[in-house]
């Protein structure tokens, strides 16, 4: 009986040690009673190791133990087992439960109880008051004595927690802390380590309950070996010693067994001058040494075991290490378990790592946990529940049917299925009850209901069908969750939705009998361990909370609770696989070469401050009151330390450090101090780059097959560019092509080097056959015009392929352009049926007539999406506010013009009063245009007639000149050349242009320095108002326009202004009668042009650039043509600015006229 202490620094073999003095007590004494004990994570890597090493024998003679399973062989020997072990899952429901009910007495924590994470606080802080015996007593004695007040009511809270949640824990548990209390007590009735020789092993320090262990142990055992990572014993120690851990640790073992009296059987020194594990590496044995010394001593001797790499980003840091682990492998002859990848956060690099490997056809392992919460069974629960619990949302339906859960919709084709009821889903705005209702909704404008076709007909029984599959189960888990219920009768009517309604667990037992036919090991075992998870999870919810009275929100906040605790282990599926982890999870185990990536700065130390509900400041107090407890931040900054020297030195041949310049979002980062220290200590080692490498091999660019395979596509594109290539790489390009699998490849990457984005023009013959109607006629309006000239590609696409977006169930521009022109229609035609003139209308009249039509419109459209929430209900409101205030606008603009309103929605194309703009083009074929005018106004004066068209919009717009001279801004020309054309017919006789306007539909928010009269108001009103565009010159059309206009002033109504002596002053508005001639004349001309070049199968993709201002900012196709202005043959269709009298002049002289814009 008695203690020895073996120790050493890191690398000088403590482990190797032990197992091989096992293996010399097997040899001497075979039916000796040997145990090595080992932390949890570490008992596989120490079986497999202790294996290796001796042989079957040591499954006879000796044992791997953590302290858990040596719990678990005492009371299974010795009884103690009698009450179930609650999981962490049912421990962190019961403290949910346990805050929940002490909330509203709480001061403290009341408003943090409630926050996401406080659970997990909370857990970890009553599992460090079980760890270092902290019970209630300790408790009570302790807070009596605190004097700040702040810590005595945090005290008292956390005491109220902790005795709540031991009270009802142990109506039927205990939970791992209290396993090792309970082997405290079994230990001392207990032989069955009675004579046994133990060594424990990779521990830094134990909490006072594994202490307390070891110390039964001792009396018990015949000898119990312990390892430290140590320099030297019996030596003071600062605060800021590197081994300050693992000494305070040997002083509390030392002052054990004074107190118990056992005998200490003297200490193992295996510190050399080179350690151990570092036997043939000088510069790998420096660094052991001097990472932390202070002052420290330099190497100069040649390097060769380590290498510094600076990347520019994590995908560089990746490729690079991808890159020298096969160059290890190939010529080194390193096997892939020899090699370790290690970082602060294996979370963050896992993406990028899985990605990389796979494809340089690195088998490797990832030693993490899963997060259960994405498995596709947790995310359908959640989903379920928030469908029923969330109004039927699309987003919870959504991820609801995408799980592959329901067996309806497996395969492909349950995904179209999927498919087709999502779109129809999202184009109509099916939530909430409509879930429930028969949907007969089929048009294509959400504002108004529609006759539907038979195949539209058919399409919707087809999506009713799957609507009922898929609302029955759930409209019955609705039903039976409504209320208040027990804990257990929600679990039962959870676990009844998804096992006999839905067969989902049959469901997951498919998937993972798949997985494991077609090799995927990882995702059977995910499958099937979640399954286990999410029973055992519900089984112990109702045994903690079965009686619990709740409704079905606060259920799954105890289910989600109890399911985050839960995270899955991976196995690696072979044994040749380099091992990645986290620097906390991986020790040395025969590992030649180690990466330790991401050497940053704040990274690696890390730099976290996390305190938890107990700060340094309250430690302290605690402490000096006799309670001791876990580390405070200060202590486990040097813990931190120690773990990276710890990592360090794990490599036995080859270390290489890493670190990116930039993290994954871009942003810059700094190397870590260990870098510079790395530099300090090594002088002679070089930090290497993309551009600067130590290892020099010409074939460093032939690695695996795809990554080499983008480096040869690198090399035929500077070929073809006429670079010189190394030698070698026809001799790779050939081994491509006989290789069957890879010929097709390197087929495709000559022709993407050969890629080009540019259409070629399609023939006459195709663009008649795209563009043709049913009547084999070519009808478009003006705006398609205008879309051709923005850019030609993206009209072949949208009009002659007839692509369209997902149609969303939503209230576009378009849409209110719509509605407002509609009501402006009926207002219109509504005060014409009451005999009423708009110069006569009030603001009642305007409001009451606008309410009434807008109320009408809805009430009769029941579909509409004006109907569909109060939401939109509000914008109707907006709407009427809008259209009254424009309406009053236009009332105050005709009062004060002797112009009338001659018709709205005036139709050429679709009436008999107004015919199609034929145009014919030069190569025989004919184009016809159809078109509708918001408006048009007439005036009769001095026998002449005079037209003017208005143009609703619902923004901003003036007519720009050089626009129009492009093909962009056409319309309103083209309006007045069909009305000018077809006068005769409309007004009776020829008739005059006067003007071309825009109306702009708002109710503008005024900006004034002060209080504004009413009549000011309406001015104001009535100028942000003002119709744009242009008039004719002629002072009494324009007086006929604004009959207010008088000498010296500016109109409030049109673009125009009077000067004293009676003229009209100058205004880029203002054009004469030979200029509108010119502008018609000229818009035929253009409208043949673009038409010509449509039909004879023009598709460039040459989008308009005027400005900044580019056409495919608003483009829903340039995913499509892939325009880069990088790109050689990719150019934009400058608009260029120029002035107007330059564009009246080129105007001029493409119609042969002879006008000047002076």
Not at 167 to 188: A, C, I, M, P, T
Not at 277 to 306: C, D, M, T, W
Not at 540 to 546: F, P, R, S
Not at 1004 to 1023: A, F, H, N, R
Request: charged letters at 30%.
């Amino acid at each position: 009986m008695g203690l020895k202490i073996i120790y050493g620094r890191a690398g000088t073999g403590k482990s190797t040690f032990c197992i091989n003095q096992i293996k010399k007590k097997i040899n001497n004494s075979p039916n000796n009673k040997l145990i090595l004990i080992v932390p949890e994570q570490f008992t596989f890597q120490t079986e497999n190791k202790v294996l290796s090493a001796i042989g079957e024998r040591y499954v006879l003679n000796a044992e791997v133990l953590s302290f858990k399973r040596l719990a678990h062989n005492v009371f299974n020997e010795c009884g103690g087992a009698t009450r179930t072990i609650m999981g962490d899952a049912g421990k962190s429901m019961l403290i949910f439960k346990v805050l929940e009910d002490l909330g509203d007495n709480m001061t403290v924590f009341k408003n943090a109880s409630r926050q996401k994470g406080f659970i997990d606080i909370a857990s970890k802080t009553i599992t460090e008051f079980k760890k270092y015996n902290v019970n209630n007593e300790v408790l009570d004695l302790t807070i009596n004595e605190i004097e700040d007040e702040n810590l005595k009511m945090k005290m008292e809270e956390l005491k109220d927690v902790f005795n709540e949640f031991n009270s009802r824990l142990h109506e039927g548990y205990v939970d791992e802390e209290d396993q090792l209390l309970l082997l405290n007590e079994k230990l001392d009735g207990c032989s069955l380590y009675d004579g046994a020789e133990i060594w424990i092993d990779e521990f830094s320090s134990f909490t006072p309950n594994q202490l307390s262990v070891i110390g039964k142990l001792l009396k018990r055992a015949k000898s119990v070996n312990i390892t430290l990572s140590i320099d030297e014993v019996n030596s003071p120690k600062g605060e800021s010693d590197l081994f300050v851990a693992t000494k305070n640790t040997e002083k509390r073992l030392m002052n054990l067994i004074q107190e118990e009296g056992i005998a200490f059987n003297g200490y193992i020194n295996l510190n050399e001058d080179i350690p151990y594990r570092f036997k043939e590496n000088k510069e790998l044995a420096h660094i052991e040494r001097q990472l932390y010394a202070y002052p420290f001593k330099q190497y100069r001797g040649k390097n060769n075991s380590l290498r510094l790499y600076r990347a520019n980003n994590n995908y560089d840091e990746i490729e690079f290490v991808a890159k020298d682990i096969l160059r290890l492998v190939r010529e080194k002859q390193y096997r892939f378990k020899d090699i370790s990848v290690i970082c602060r956060d294996v979370d963050n690099y896992e993406k990028v790592v899985s990605a990389i490997f796979a494809e340089y056809e690195i088998p490797y392992y990832i030693d993490k946990k899963i997060d259960i919460a994405s498995n596709p069974l947790i995310v359908f629960i959640n989903s379920a529940v928030d469908i029923i619990s969330k109004n039927w949302t699309y987003e919870s339906m959504f991820k609801y049917l995408k799980t592959g859960l329901i067996k309806e919709f497996r395969g492909i084709e349950g995904a179209e299925l999927i498919d087709e009821l999502e779109n129809y889903v999202l184009a109509y705005g099916i939530k909430g009850k409509k879930w429930m209702e028969e949907w007969v909704n089929y048009s294509s404008s959400i504002l108004k209901e529609e006759d539907i076709s038979e195949e539209n007909k058919q399409r919707l029984e087809r999506l009713n069908d799957i609507r009922e599959t898929i609302v029955t189960p759930l409209d019955d888990l609705n039903k039976q969750c409504k209320g208040k219920k027990t804990l257990k009768e929600f679990a039962t009517i959870l676990y009844e939705f998804l096992d006999s309604k839905l067969d989902i667990m049959d469901t997951l037992d498919k998937y993972v009998e798949y997985f494991k036919e077609n090799d995927m090991a990882i995702e059977a075992k995910e499958y099937s361990e979640v399954r286990d998870i999410f029973i055992d999870v519900l089984e112990q919810a109702v045994d903690v909370l079965g009686n619990e009275v709740m409704d079905l929100n606060e259920f799954m906040k105890v289910l989600n609770i109890g399911l985050s605790q839960y995270e899955m282990g991976l196995i690696p599926v072979a044994l040749d696989q380099v091992n990645i982890g986290d620097i906390t999870r991986i020790k040395s185990r025969g590992t030649k070469a180690l990466y330790i990536i991401g050497v940053n700065d704040g990274v690696l130390p890390s730099a976290s401050k996390e305190e938890g509900i107990l700060s340094d400041n309250d430690r302290e107090i605690l402490l000096e009151k006799g309670i001791s407890l876990a580390s405070d931040t200060r202590t486990k900054i040097f813990e931190e330390q120690f773990l990276v020297y710890t990592a360090f030195t794990i490599a036995e041949e080859y270390l290489v450090v890493t670190y990116p310049l930039a993290d994954f979002e871009g942003k810059s980062q700094r190397p870590s101090i260990i870098v510079h220290r790395l530099k300090k200590i090594l002088p002679n080692v070089k930090e290497e780059s993309e551009g600067f490498k130590l290892v020099n091999d010409k074939y460093d660019k032939i690695s695996a097959k795809l990554p080499t395979l983008n480096e040869l596509m690198i090399a035929i594109r500077k070929n073809y560019d006429g670079a010189e290539i190394e030698d070698y790489w026809k001799y790779v390009y050939h081994w491509y092509l006989r290789e069957p699998k890879w010929k097709e490849r390197i087929e495709y990457v000559k022709k993407g080097l050969e890629y080009t984005n540019l259409e070629n023009n399609i023939s006459k013959e195709k663009a008649k056959k795209l563009y043709e109607d049913n009547k084999n006629k070519i009808s478009l309006s003006v705006s398609r015009l205008e879309r051709y000239a923005q850019c030609p590609f993206a009209y072949y696409i949208q009009y002659g392929l007839k692509a369209k977006d997902r149609k969303i169930y939503e209230f576009t521009a378009p849409d209110l352009g719509s509605f407002m022109h509609e009501i402006l229609d009926e207002f219109t035609n509504e005060i014409k049926e009451k005999d009423l003139k708009w110069s006569d209308l009030s603001k009642e009249n305007c409001r009451n007539i606008i309410n009434a039509l807008v109320d009408n419109q809805v009430k009769n459209n029941k579909s509409s999406i004006l109907n569909s929430s109060k939401r939109y209900s509000y914008f109707t409101d907006r709407f009427k506010r809008i259209l009254t205030k424009s309406v009053m606008v236009i009332s105050e603009q005709m009062k004060r013009s002797d112009f009338e309103i001659y018709k709205n929605e005036l139709a050429f194309g679709f009436s008999k009063d107004v015919n199609s703009i034929k145009l014919d083009l030069p190569s025989g074929e004919s184009f016809y245009l159809n078109g509708r005018i918001d408006r048009v106004d007439k005036l009769n004066l001095d026998g002449e007639t005079y037209l003017r068209i208005i143009d609703y919009k619902t923004g901003s717009k003036k007519f720009d000149l050089n626009k129009f001279y492009n093909g962009l801004q056409m319309q309103l020309l083209v309006y007045l050349d069909a009305l000018i054309n077809n006068s005769e017919n409309i007004v009776e006789n020829q008739a005059m242009p006067g003007a071309i306007l825009y109306f702009r539909i708002d109710d503008p928010i005024l900006k004034s320095k002060g209080d504004l009269t009413e009549e000011e108001i309406k001015s104001e009103v009535l100028k942000e108002l003002k119709l744009e565009g242009l008039l004719l010159d002629d002072v009494k059309v324009v007086k006929a326009m604004d009959n207010t206009l008088e000498p010296g002033t500016h109109s409030l109504i049109i673009p125009a202004n009077m000067k004293k002596a009676g003229d009209l002053g100058k205004n880029k508005a203002l054009i004469t009668m030979e200029q509108f001639e010119l502008l018609r004349k000229y818009v035929n001309e253009k409208m043949v042009e673009i038409c010509q070049n449509m039909i004879e199968g023009k598709i460039d993709i040459e989008p308009c650039k005027e400005n900044k201002n580019i056409v495919c900012d608003y483009c829903n196709y340039s995913h499509i043509c892939q325009f880069d202005s990088s790109l050689e043959d990719n150019r934009y269709k400058v608009i260029p600015k120029k002035k107007e009298e330059d564009i009246w002049k080129s105007i001029n002289e493409k119609v042969g006229g002879e006008v000047n814009g002076d």
